[in-house]
DNA sequence: CTCCGATCCTGATGGC
DNA sequence: TGCCATCAGGATCGGA
């Protein structure tokens, strides 16, 4: 489910009501996550204060002051606070308390996602291959260029591989396509200068934008302060098949590609 | 190396 | 209504 924008929204609605708190207690309910969630996970976090949260790639950091807590939403997961008292749902795995009105719960019916923890400062070994953020300085049209030299692979799988950047899911590859105006079947290494240096600044403003609405809520996303994002209508081309471009009212085409739907224009994406 | 398909898991949806 | 197949926002693994 969570691509870049929602995981920054989850990371951003978190920590004004976390950051600087306490763990009192920890609650595991379901530790089958992809990977088990540590068995001494309640003993090591008891009492120790969150110093920031930060993000990496779709990863989430959760700064404390022997370690961090290595968070992944996967498909299907969502992080917020609530009060203590607050029923437990299906799928609520696990709570890490912070205080009475600031129970960090962490859901995730497919569990697909992650919960893991790191001792000391060094980096996880799940962060050591990724490639640049995208909303950083060093990621641009000479970085994507350069990584599709010569590659078969079509762009739109080529933009969600995390080693060329990160945090581009499955949404935003067809919506950042769209807006570079290319053809998500193109080879990635046919792409010119140009087109890398459009699909590169597309990358950014659609992230960007999905930034600025709080994500892309389709089904249940919710932010860390429990509201979704409004993103979806704003939606060019993901989800739209055979609805009217909004730019020029083809229907919007769509197929399957790395065994992932893909949406586009038809018109808009000549090439 | 690169690329593709299968896989983990549960829930929603649509066809019959 | 029930049953079954298909699909879903991610990432890893193995084989070709």
């Not at 969630?37 to 022997?66: H, S």
């Not at 498909?75 to 609530?82: A, E, K, L, P, Y």
Request: glycine share 12%; proline share 6%; with cysteine.
């Amino acid at each position: 489910m969570p691509e870049l924008p929602e995981v920054e929204t989850t990371r951003a609605g978190l920590e004004p009501l976390l950051v600087g708190r306490r763990v009192t207690a920890v609650s595991v309910r379901e530790r089958r996550l992809r990977q088990p969630v540590p068995a001494r996970l309640a003993a090591t976090l008891d009492g120790q204060r969150l110093r920031a949260i930060e993000r990496r790639a779709k990863y989430l950091l959760f700064r404390f002051e022997t370690g961090t807590l290595l968070g992944h939403l996967g498909m299907s997961g969502s992080m917020r606070v609530v009060a203590r008292g607050e029923e437990v749902r299906k799928h609520d795995h696990v709570d890490l308390d912070f205080g009475a009105r600031r129970v960090l719960r962490y859901h995730d019916p497919r569990r697909f996602g992650l919960l893991l923890w790191q001792r000391g400062d060094a980096p996880h070994p799940l962060l050591h291959a990724l490639g640049p953020e995208p909303l950083g300085a060093d990621f641009d049209g000479a970085v994507l260029h350069a990584q599709a030299r010569g590659r078969k692979i079509a762009v739109k799988p080529f933009l969600m591989d995390a080693k060329v950047v990160v945090g581009v899911g499955n949404i935003y590859a067809s919506e950042a396509l769209f807006r570079a105006g290319i053809r998500p079947g193109r080879a990635a290494g046919r792409l010119t200068r140009p087109d890398c240096d459009r699909l590169a600044d597309a990358v950014r403003a659609v992230l960007g934008a999905a930034v600025a609405r709080g994500g892309t809520t389709l089904r249940d996303f919710v932010g860390g302060d429990g509201e979704p994002g409004y993103f979806a209508q704003e939606l060019a081309v993901y989800g739209r098949e055979g609805a009217p471009c909004r730019t020029c009212g083809s229907a919007v085409q769509a197929r399957v590609l790395g065994q992932r739907s893909t949406f586009w224009c038809p018109r808009c994406q000549p090439r």
